[in-house]
């Protein structure tokens, strides 16, 4: 879905987007305020202003673990059967006492647990398409700036012409998820 954030001085430029947008009829997916650090839950308005951390598109640690939970569902099937042809190909007896069945189920098991450890490390690794806007974003909302996200629909732009009403900083385009 196409995602853009928009940098604005005031809560009242993002609530006359907004009410824009509503009235032209364009659909919208999400829409979400964050307020500034100093301003959050001070001024009452028709949109309700989440903090930057709740948000899990300006949230990086979020974002990794999404992708952590994401890899961990494959990786770990992957490393126990990985672990269990392991055991059975191999002639070490490590676990024999525990007999073969037991001895290749062990085996799995320490395969699964490789591969939910291989999950964190390459979830850690790996850098997010979004990596940039959102570091330019949160250097924003640092400075005082309300963020607006908004996000459309697949194949639809949000209606430019509207938002340069409201005249906002900066616009920031994040990857289309």
């Not at 959050?40 to 990086?60: H, M, S, T, Y």
Request: proline content about 5%; glycine content about 8%; charged content about 20%.
């Amino acid at each position: 879905m196409p995602v853009c954030v928009l940098v604005l001085k005031e809560r009242t430029a993002a609530e006359t987007l907004v009410q824009d947008l509503q009235e032209s009829g364009k659909p919208l997916i999400r829409v979400v305020l964050v307020a500034p650090e100093q301003a959050e839950g001070n001024e009452a308005g028709r949109l309700k202003a989440e903090q930057i951390d709740q948000v899990d598109l300006l949230n990086p640690s979020m974002a990794r673990s999404r992708r952590q939970r994401s890899m961990s569902r494959w990786l770990m099937p992957f490393g126990f059967m990985a672990g269990l042809t392991f055991t059975q190909i191999t002639t070490l007896d490590t676990f024999a006492r525990f007999g073969a069945v037991g001895e290749a189920l062990i085996g799995g098991l320490l395969g699964m647990g490789s591969g939910l450890m291989g999950s964190y490390a390459a979830a850690a690794s790996v850098p997010s398409d979004n990596e940039d806007g959102v570091r330019i974003l949160r250097n924003r909302h640092n400075e005082q700036f309300w963020l607006l996200l908004l996000e459309t629909p697949a194949g639809l732009e949000v209606p430019w012409q509207l938002v340069q009403k409201v005249r906002p900083q900066q616009v920031v385009r994040l990857s289309e998820l």
